[in-house]
């Protein structure tokens, strides 16, 4: 149940999504306006050609110019607060003020000319495992008894969207159930670990899916971090690059962290208007003390990694050049250690807060289905949407 509810919420692909406001009367009144004419209409076939579904402050963009491009400036009244897709188109739209429609057709050619310039030829999956074909958001290997999870969005700066919780849970699940795997790993593809939670996934939610939206969201978040708590054999976390949000909060639940010099850790819920998850509430001031946990929990304050080693959430801190090389030789020689050996002392060194932890998930869990519906919530996440459709 919980899995189909996630791909129901999941944020719609790009052909569906552009279709959703192509198809309106808007989009059957388009007049010869300009000499882009053309080059409009082929840059909107092309569009649906993508391979690679755009960012939610892209898609954000497009709509804008579309807009302003077809229909002039911004001329309809301004959506309520709770209809956050709404407000958010509509206030890309505004943003663009007086721009002509030509000016705006322009605009919205260079923008699809870059996305399409940026997508990458397809090349053959680098999963060694029987099982790499169950995951789309994750490169999954399985190898010599180390489980390897890494995080594949690259262009998304491997946001956690529905699907990757769902897949993560699983891979989790097969490194626990093979009985061949010593030790798992989570790492990063590209120069990002992990941009934390995917604020798409509060994207295309109608004004009376609030609710629902943020109630299943805590269920898959509570599944989600219920995985780490539970898992049992040793987890290892290899942070190849800047690390937000989620990402950084289960960390405490990992039995050991490596993390190159030039990753940094962010938590920036108060900006967003949420609050701590990931059991970090517990985790985070027993390994760092009340006050350095404050910094990171309450007042948005991102570390470095060296900063993240001296309050014992990072193991080692290695120099970016030999990162890989230095980490992987390390796992390869735990990957040696006896298996139930490793099992039975993660055990013994775990299982007294294991309770605890489940109970304070549960808790952060509950705290953020009310976070997910509160208008100071949704000011901060259109805020942030907003800065970041004005960069581009």
């Known amino acids: 149940m919980a899995a189909s509810l996630m791909r129901r919420l999941r944020v719609v692909g790009v052909n569906k999504w552009m279709n959703a406001f192509q198809n309106r009367s808007i989009h059957l009144s388009v007049r010869a306006l300009g000499a882009f004419d053309d080059d409009f209409e082929k840059a909107k076939n092309r569009l649906n050609t993508l391979k690679e579904e755009p960012g939610n402050d892209v898609k954000l963009r497009i709509y804008a110019l579309f807009k302003q491009a077809t229909n002039g400036k911004c ?13 958010a188109k509509w206030d890309a739209w505004n943003s663009l003020g007086d721009i002509t429609q030509d000016a705006a057709k322009q605009k919205y050619i260079e923008l699809v000319d870059e996305l399409a310039g940026k997508e990458k030829p397809e ?7 029987a099982t790499g074909s169950k995951f789309t958001t994750l490169d999954v290997t399985n190898d010599g008894g180390v489980y390897t999870i890494k995080l594949n969005r690259p262009n998304k700066k491997n946001a956690i969207n529905f699907e990757m919780y769902d897949e993560w849970v699983l891979a989790l699940k097969e490194a626990a159930d093979d009985k061949n795997v010593v030790l798992a790993v989570v790492t990063g593809t590209g120069d990002f670990y992990c941009s934390g939670n995917d604020l798409g996934n509060f994207m295309d939610i109608p004004p009376d899916g609030v609710k629902a939206m943020a109630e299943e969201g805590g269920i898959i978040l509570e599944r989600f971090v219920s995985a780490f708590i539970d898992f049992p054999k040793p987890l290892i976390g290899v942070i190849n690059g800047p690390a937000l949000g989620v990402s950084v909060t289960v960390l405490g639940l990992f039995d050991a962290v490596y993390a190159t010099d030039k990753a940094t850790f962010h938590t920036p819920f108060s900006n967003l208007g949420q609050s701590p998850e990931g059991c970090s509430s517990y985790t985070f001031p027993r390994l760092m003390g009340a006050a350095k946990a404050s910094e990171l929990l309450l007042f948005n304050k991102k570390i470095t990694a060296q900063e993240a080693f001296d309050r014992n959430l990072v193991t080692e801190v290695f120099p970016d050049h030999d990162f890989q090389r230095s980490v992987q030789t390390r ?26 932890l489940h109970q304070v998930n549960k808790r952060e869990c509950e705290v953020l289905v009310e976070r997910w519906q509160s208008e100071e919530c949704f000011k901060a996440i259109m805020n942030f949407f907003s800065k970041s459709s004005s960069k581009l």
């Open 75 to 87: 001329n309809t009244q301004k959506p309520g607060m709770m209809d956050f897709v709404g407000k």
């Open 123 to 129: 090349t053959p999956a680098e999963s060694t495992t």
């Open 331 to 356: 796992i390869q020689q735990y990957a040696k250690l006896p298996k139930m050996s490793l099992q039975k002392s993660k055990f013994l060194s775990r299982e007294a807060e294991r309770e605890i």
